[in-house]
């Protein structure tokens, strides 16, 4: 067990949860087993609503068999890239990836890119499948977020804000922002407000825009305020990259909503609605 402490002072919270337990005999590391309870539920919901997007539940778990391994490896690979320096001497020691170290917007890429390969294989509208996908993203983000609490991870500047998040071993504590907390709330915001929004969509893909745009910014904001980061700076500046990133992706995704939502004539009937007018014309 870790012998750093965690502590929320102001709300009387004082833990050293384990990193691991051990389930007869197999030890399981609870950032993984969080990891899978939040892809389970996403799975869940995405699987409860699929047919409100116009697809169907083949559709969404297929679909899945060839997101969820892309998506691990470009959480692995992007990680990588951008913490070279730890991986240099050793290039081989990129595929341990039972020792840790992914990046949630390399598994993001990759859940996209392997959502896009299956619809385009099984001409299924991919944009339908985004605005799913992201519900479910949403979802698997906001849980997620609680195995790096586990992990003592993902924190921010030191602070002495009222929910500053202490780490210490009892007798040296510093305090910092807690941004796993901060970016889990913002996600599991993110998804009620999408969740109700989904229901009044006027196309395909503008909930996967309005996620693009609401975890961009959240995620841009934070990565302004964190203490451990990537080693990628932008050139010439203090910004690391995964801000940019975040901000940049907002701007892009909002710019491409507010065409497609005003500008009636780009847009395509809602697939949902498409295969309801199939069934009456039948």
């Not at 992706?249 to 395509?268: E, G, N």
Request: charged letters at 15%.
């Amino acid at each position: 067990m870790l012998t750093v402490l965690i502590s929320f002072p102001n709300l009387g919270i004082f833990l050293n949860p384990p990193t691991t337990v051990s389930i007869f005999g197999l030890t399981v590391h609870w950032y993984g087993a969080i990891i899978s309870l939040g892809f389970l539920l996403a799975v869940f919901y995405a699987n409860r609503r699929v047919k409100q997007f116009g697809l169907t539940e083949d559709n969404l778990l297929t679909m899945l068999l060839a997101a969820v391994p892309l998506a691990l490896v470009c959480a692995r690979a992007y990680y990588c890239v951008f913490s070279w320096e730890q991986f240099r001497d050793d290039p081989i020691s990129c595929l341990y990836i039972w020792e840790g170290g992914i990046a949630i917007y390399g598994a993001v890429l990759g859940a996209v890119l392997g959502a896009w390969l299956y619809c385009r294989f099984a001409k299924v509208r991919f944009s339908a499948m985004l605005d799913i996908g992201a519900l479910g993203l949403l979802i698997g983000q906001s849980v997620g977020r609680w195995g790096n609490f586990i992990n003592r991870e993902v924190y921010g500047v030191e602070t002495e804000s009222f929910l500053k998040m202490g780490l210490g071993d009892g007798s040296n504590v510093r305090y910092y922002h807690p941004l796993f907390l901060y970016e889990s709330v913002w996600n599991a915001l993110g998804f009620v407000l999408l969740h109700f929004f989904s229901k009044r969509r006027k196309f395909d893909g503008e909930v996967f825009l309005l996620y693009v745009v609401w975890y961009g910014l959240g995620r841009g904001v934070l990565e302004g305020m964190r203490m451990t980061q990537f080693n990628l700076m932008v050139p010439g500046t203090e910004m690391p990259f995964s801000q940019l990133l975040g901000f940049a992706s907002a701007v892009i995704a909002a710019a491409v909503w507010a065409l497609l939502r005003f500008s009636p004539k780009r847009r395509r009937t809602l697939l949902v609605q498409e295969i309801a007018a199939r069934e009456t014309e039948s």
